[in-house]
């Protein structure tokens, strides 16, 4: 069975802070792929980012940057310098086995982004 | 950019009523997806649709729910008999091929069961 842990519930930072939020993943399967999404208040669902688990690169996008590490199933994400716009709930999605199409979204971490 | 496009943003219903959510996915996308978020709760899968049927599904995605591709360009949810607990954000998402690749979402239609 698969299941994504975002064990950070709320967070508050003040502007231009780093913040980083955690994504744990369990799955038996060798091939997956992790997302992460952004939920602005508004409530629709915003993709950031794929990567597959034979690319444990980590990237940078701006100010975002994503740590994947196969070694303790996480794949963290750091939004550095944050500004009020980033406020939103943040999910992390996980996607595996072979011919599955669903993703399994962890509970999402809310971001607070105080000016 | 193109867009997963979502109607109605709201629908109220009266238990027992049946309900319809309809989506237009992004046009060149091949596989459709439909998802709920209770509220406050984390986004679950419901089903997914291919080739003019159902690739995958949940235990949530029971016999009161159905979708279906009527024309080349929306896809519909409907649940037959709404529940108070189908109360939730519906989603519908699309992309361009199999699981891998992203799935974009549309805005949502929030369903509120009365």
């Known amino acids: 069975a698969q299941k994504v842990t975002q064990a950070q519930t709320e967070i508050s930072v003040v502007e231009k802070e780093d913040v980083t939020l955690d994504c744990v993943y369990e799955t038996r399967d060798t091939t997956y792929y992790l997302f992460w999404y952004k939920q602005p208040p508004s409530g629709e669902l915003v993709f950031l980012i794929r990567r597959n688990s034979f690319d444990e690169q980590n990237e940078i996008s701006g100010r975002y940057s994503w740590n994947f590490q196969k070694s303790t199933s996480s794949f963290n994400f750091t939004i550095t310098a944050s500004q009020v716009v980033d406020s939103a709930v943040y999910f992390c999605a996980l996607l595996s086995g072979a011919g599955s199409y669903q993703l399994t979204f962890g509970k999402g971490t809310k971001l607070s982004v105080i000016p | 950019e193109p867009e997963v496009t979502q109607t109605p943003s709201h629908q109220v219903t009266q238990m027992g009523q049946e309900v319809i959510l309809r989506c237009v996915p992004i046009s060149n996308h091949l596989y459709f997806y439909w998802y709920r978020q209770i509220l406050g709760q984390k986004v679950e899968f419901l089903v997914s649709?291919?080739?003019?049927?159902?690739?995958?599904k949940s235990e949530i995605f029971d016999d009161q729910f159905s979708v279906e591709r009527p024309d080349g360009s929306n896809f519909t949810l409907k649940i037959r008999s709404t529940k108070l607990e189908d109360s939730a954000m519906y989603f519908c998402?699309?992309?361009?091929?199999?699981?891998?690749?992203?799935?974009?979402f549309g805005d949502g239609t929030r369903l509120s069961i009365l």
């Open positions: 649709f291919y080739n003019n049927e159902i690739s995958e």
């Open positions: 998402a699309s992309s361009v091929a199999a699981g891998s690749l992203p799935q974009h």
